[in-house]
């Protein structure tokens, strides 16, 4: 039986292949288009009179002013977006940046817990969990990879030349997805890998170094797309070796 490095050339050739096919149907005239199933009122602390106070020809809000929340299989909501429809253009090569923070093959069920307000001032709101979602797969990590390529190759359809992706994971299959990353997005196009550190998570009697972080693959999908620089506020000054790029040398050179 193959190792599933050695059917992953195979597994991201079939994830394109799905991919076009979904991007052939939204060229065509076999469309899916989304509906809107509510509409959520912007929060207390936003002035939601101005919203409503500009939208004009007849809609609630205006699509300048209005987001969307969409609700479903996001390989069908991609197919919608890349297609568009009658009210909404595509948005194919017209997204900046996409954060994803998909399943990580973790062989685990989550649920979330909601808190419902009890009628009686005096009383705890009481709480209700329920199923999130499953993070186990059929078919293994196999099929895990099976189901993230195509919706990486059609991320890409709906980012601009100067967009941006990054790729929340960790390292359940995190060496998997950056090999798949690689081949869609172009090797040189990978721009960081982000390591987020949990400091409080606490784990004992494991033998071994705990494994208390999660990476970000950042990727470009043409030209560089915008930065702005991160800086840390300190209390006090702290000296640093300077630092300059030597245009000759094309080497950062270090003195005091």
């Known amino acids: 039986m193959k190792s599933l490095l050695e059917q992953l050339p195979s597994i991201v050739a079939e994830g394109k292949r799905q991919a076009e096919r ?3 149907r939204a060229e065509s005239n076999y469309r899916l288009g989304l509906q809107t199933r509510e509409l959520v009122i912007p929060s207390r602390d936003s002035n939601w009179e ?17 987001n969307r929340l969409i609700y479903g299989d996001n390989l069908l909501a991609m197919a919608a977006l890349l297609a568009g429809d009658d009210e909404n253009q595509s948005l194919r090569g017209a997204v900046d940046l996409v954060y994803i923070d998909p399943p990580y093959d973790s062989k685990a069920d989550y649920r979330s817990k909601i808190k419902l307000a009890s009628g009686a001032i005096d009383q705890m709101p009481n709480t209700i969990e329920q199923f999130a979602y499953s993070d186990t797969w059929s078919g293994g990590t196999l099929s895990y990879i099976q189901m993230i390529t195509p919706r990486l190759v059609l991320l890409r359809e709906l980012l601009s030349n100067d967009g941006a992706i990054f790729v929340h994971i960790d390292w359940h299959v ?5 090999i798949v990353l690689d081949e869609i997005f172009g090797k040189d196009n ?3 890998e982000i390591v987020w550190h949990y400091y409080n998570k606490m784990q004992g009697n494991i033998n071994r170094f705990a494994s208390n972080h999660d990476v970000i693959f950042s990727y470009k999908k043409d030209i560089n797309p915008h930065y702005e620089v991160q800086r840390e506020l300190r209390e006090k000054p702290k000296m640093q070796q300077k630092r300059a790029w030597d245009p000759e040398t094309k080497k950062p050179q270090t003195g005091s």
């Not at 995190?174 to 950056?178: D, L, N």
């Open 50 to 66: 101005d919203l409503f106070s500009q939208a004009k020809g007849g809609g609630l809000l205006s699509k300048a002013t209005s």
């Open 22 to 24: 979904v991007m052939e």
């Open 174 to 178: 995190g060496h998997y997805v950056k």
């Open 190 to 192: 990978f721009r960081n």
